[in-house]
Structure formats: C-alpha cells, structure tokens
Nanobody
Framework: QVQLVESGGGLVQPGGSLRLSCAAS????????MAWYRQAPGKQRESVATITSGRSVSYADSVKGRFTISRDNAKNTVYLQMNNLQSEDTARYYCFSTGWWGQGTQVTVSS
C-alpha cells in the first residue's frame, strides 16, 4: 500500500516562507519522479514542481525563483521550500507519485 503524507502547511504572511514535506511509504521516491501540485478554490489542480529519480527538477513559471523541490533519500521524503509567498500561492498542496496522491496540506498566505 502506497501512502504519501504531506505536512508543513499553515498560515503565513505575504513574503513569508514555509517548507512542505511529503513522506512516502510503499514506494521509493529515489526510484520514481514526484511532483507537487496545488489547487485553489474554484481552480483546476496545477503542477508546481517536479523532481525525477535522477534529481532533475522543473517548476511552474509562477513559482520559479521562489520555490525549491528537493529529496532526502534516507527519509524517503520530498520537500517543497516556498519563499516569498504571495496571496496567489494560497491553495491546498498535494504530492503525487506513480498514480498516488497524498491528502494535501493547506497553505494560506494572508496578512
């Protein structure tokens, strides 16, 4: 059974930072690509960042230069460091790998 468990969301002021974590079980993140998605109310789910098994990374244009995806093989965990957060980053963030989704973690950017 594959499980992806996100954590690290919360309420942050504009310009602030958060680090999201996605802990995996039943799957090796070092052997598979993993992606972070987000979905804001009334909007479609969109890809935010992806890391491949070879550690190649890609980002949505809207987060380039502000978000960083990384992986800790020993912990089988992928992270999303989010800096200079803006109100438009408010969404529920999900991790995804090999057809499996986590339950998501809410990020709210508000003053």
């Amino acid at each position: 059974q594959v499980q992806l468990v996100e954590s690290g969301g919360g309420l942050v002021q504009p310009g602030g930072s958060l680090r999201l974590s996605c802990a995996a079980s039943g799957i090796s993140l070092r052997a598979n690509s993993m992606a972070w998605y987000r979905q804001a109310p009334g909007k479609q789910r969109e890809s935010v960042a992806t890391i491949t098994s070879g550690r190649s990374v890609s980002y949505a244009d809207s987060v380039k230069g502000r978000f960083t995806i990384s992986r800790d093989n020993a912990k089988n965990t992928v992270y999303l460091q989010m800096n200079n957060l803006q109100s438009e980053d408010t969404a529920r963030y999900y991790c995804f790998s090999t057809g499996w989704w986590g339950q998501g973690t809410q990020v709210t950017v508000s003053s």
